[in-house]
């Protein structure tokens, strides 16, 4: 049991609360205020107002065991979403009705659950136990029915534990029936960092984190060998609170790993990942792989495509732990939308990507065989797929084109299209998020708080429908945080552009705007998969 942390069993469990027992709670209580129920009379208002097509599309998702062929004689035991990952893609209309069944056939009584990333849905779909629903019990079908009205770039995976650091996501495109952008041919690129079933588990991963630097056997930590050529330490050693310096004694948390004798070898932290883009530190975890469309870069996924024609692609960021520096070689990148909205639009030689953001970007295609390549940011390692519109001999799994370093956007290089700009409006509620926690304890949280599933209003900022809302992210830790909100989208100060999930750079605020206009309970939290399940997340609450 140790290798699996507190709230994951609590979720697993037979005992997981109803969304409306939380709500009964809520509002009995004098502390807390009484909260919008995510199956509420409000949340059903909201949904008769969507636009509607009348049509559904109907999907079954199986979430199961399964054996990956990754390429290059890479066989992963993981879970994946009907033997597959990324899964099956779902594409349908906006206006169009989902509804998507949830087969849990996962092993050893693992519950689950289906969170569709970036949609603002009715609350009660939202797949987050045990705030909008029961857990999916093993051998239960669960179904998640909700109108996608605004287009875009999706993907879904579970908000259970470390489950997204498996093989257990998919995109979800949402098109637009009245396309704005020109272009001739689509590809959709997923990208992801891969340890499952090749060197360890999450949970496994998820336990030498929780265990912090405090048992550290010295011997066994890797201090450069995954490090950018910028050579910098990695882990801020200043960022490791009240330890006195390497403390190695055993970790007082219950629930972390025990040490092994003199201290516990350190098998998937990464020491020395250090990025200028993200601000410094730039990830936790040491990954064997690195993946495009389910395809380490020695056997790459290929689109084949037609000299000069106009491709859009569509990329989804679906990692655990690894921010990815995205070019094609040979190519300009003109970027169109980021999380599912437009954008004006901007050239660039390449761009950065967080963990749970997606860009949309158009690129004409050249006469060749050109390598899609993502830099596994400060991390010295990459995954690669390939454009292809001639014959040609393949580039090297270890390609780095030079448009990587080129000209790099950021999502704070961009501005929102005039029609998904946010309306100029008096702000009616600030919520100050503190990003808190270091390496040294690995107690990430928000506002100096672990998030407790068990007591999820503990951690709560609450807001009122039909308000502007501001959120001030101050960071004041070492390492980078994308914070992903679930069902709104946000503005990025007075003109930036709208999302979901957004980079907060170390010891820097980044403040944010929406419109208070999906009433329920939701998520707000760090989407590093590691940092979000130790305690990096707050709720967000509509107040009756």
Same mark, same amino acid.
């Given at each position: 049991m140790n290798s699996i942390n507190r709230r994951s069993v609590l979720?697993?469990?037979?005992?997981?609360?109803?969304?409306?027992?939380?709500?009964?709670?809520?509002?009995?209580?004098?502390?807390?205020?009484?909260?919008?129920?995510?199956?509420?009379?409000?949340?059903?208002?909201?949904?008769?107002?969507?636009?509607?097509?009348?049509?559904?599309?109907?999907?079954?998702?199986?979430?199961?065991?399964?054996?990956?062929d990754l390429g290059a004689g890479v066989m992963a035991k993981t879970w994946a979403f009907s033997g597959r990952t990324p899964g099956r893609e779902i594409r349908l209309s906006a206006g169009d009705t989902l509804a998507a069944e949830l087969s849990n056939q996962l092993p050893n009584r693992t519950a689950t659950?289906?969170?569709?990333?970036?949609?603002?849905?009715?609350?009660?779909?939202?797949?987050?136990?045990?705030?909008?629903?029961?857990?999916?019990?093993?051998?239960?079908?669960?179904? =998640? @029915?909700?109108?996608?009205d605004a287009p875009g770039t999706y993907f879904f995976h579970p908000h259970v534990g470390v489950q997204l650091d498996r093989g257990l996501y998919a995109p979800l495109i949402v098109e637009d029936p009245r396309e704005p952008l020109s272009y001739d041919d689509e590809w959709v690129v997923v990208l992801d960092d891969w340890v499952d079933g090749v060197t360890g588990t999450p949970d496994e991963v998820l336990a030498e984190l929780r265990h912090g630097m405090g048992g550290m056997?010295?011997?066994?930590?890797?201090?450069?060998?995954?490090s950018s050529s910028s050579g910098h330490a990695g882990h801020d050693m200043g960022d490791m609170g009240d330890m006195g310096g390497m403390d190695m004694g055993e970790d007082s948390s219950p629930s972390s790993a025990p040490p092994a004798s003199g201290g516990m070898p350190m098998k998937f932290m990464l020491m020395g990942a250090e990025s200028e883009l993200l601000g410094g530190d730039a990830g936790d975890v040491k990954y064997p792989?690195?993946?495009?469309?389910?395809?380490?870069?020695?056997?790459?996924?290929? =689109?084949?495509?037609?000299?000069?024609?106009?491709?859009?692609?569509?990329? &989804?960021?679906?990692?655990?732990?690894?921010? =990815?520096?995205?070019?094609?070689?040979?190519?300009?990148?003109? &970027?169109?939308?980021?999380d599912g909205f437009p954008v004006e639009h901007q050239e660039a030689d390449a761009l950065l990507i967080g963990m749970g953001e997606r860009y949309d970007v158009l690129v004409t295609l050249g006469d060749g065989v050109f390598p899609l390549v993502a830099l596994a940011e400060g991390k010295d390692a990459t995954g690669m797929a390939l454009?292809?519109?001639?014959?040609?001999?393949?580039?090297?799994?270890?390609?780095?084109?030079?448009?990587?370093?080129?000209? &790099?956007?950021?999502?704070?290089?961009? @501005?929102?299209? #005039?029609?998904?700009?946010?309306?100029?409006?008096?702000?009616d509620q600030v919520h100050r998020v503190e990003l808190t926690g270091g390496m040294g304890k690995y107690d990430w949280a928000i506002n100096?708080?672990?998030? #407790?599933?068990? #007591?999820?209003?503990?951690?709560?900022?609450?807001?009122?429908?039909?308000? @502007?809302?501001?959120? #001030?992210?101050?960071?004041?830790?070492e390492m980078w945080h994308p914070m992903h909100l679930h069902g709104h989208t946000y503005q990025l100060g007075d003109a930036g552009p709208r999302k979901d999930t957004a980079i907060v750079l170390p010891r820097k605020k980044l403040s944010v705007l929406f419109d208070a206009d999906n009433p329920g309970q939701w998520m707000l939290h760090c989407h590093n998969a590691y940092h979000g399940e130790v305690g990096m997340m707050a709720l967000v609450a509509y107040q009756n």
């Open positions: 979720l697993a469990g037979l005992g997981v609360a109803s969304a409306g027992a939380l709500a009964a709670c809520s509002s009995g209580s004098s502390a807390t205020p009484a909260l919008v129920a995510p199956s509420g009379s409000a949340v059903a208002a909201v949904e008769k107002k969507r636009k509607s097509t009348g049509r559904t599309h109907e999907v079954t998702l199986t979430a199961a065991p399964a054996v990956l659950s289906i969170h569709w990333h970036g949609i603002a849905m009715r609350n009660d779909m939202d797949g987050v136990p045990p705030v909008t629903q029961q857990a999916v019990r093993a051998g239960a079908n669960r179904t =998640y @029915r909700f109108i996608t056997d010295m011997g066994g930590m890797d201090m450069g060998g995954d792989h690195h993946l495009v469309n389910g395809r380490v870069p020695a056997d790459p996924a290929v =689109y084949q495509g037609k000299p000069g024609r106009r491709l859009r692609l569509r990329i &989804i960021n679906a990692g655990g732990d690894t921010a =990815y520096r995205l070019a094609l070689g040979g190519h300009k990148l003109t &970027i169109t939308h980021t454009v292809r519109t001639a014959s040609g001999s393949t580039p090297k799994a270890t390609v780095r084109p030079r448009e990587l370093n080129g000209k &790099i956007l950021t999502a704070s290089q961009l @501005r929102a299209a #005039d029609d998904a700009r946010l309306s100029s409006k008096r702000v100096g708080k672990a998030f #407790d599933m068990a #007591d999820p209003t503990a951690n709560l900022l609450t807001i009122e429908e039909g308000r @502007r809302v501001r959120l #001030d992210f101050v960071n004041t830790t």
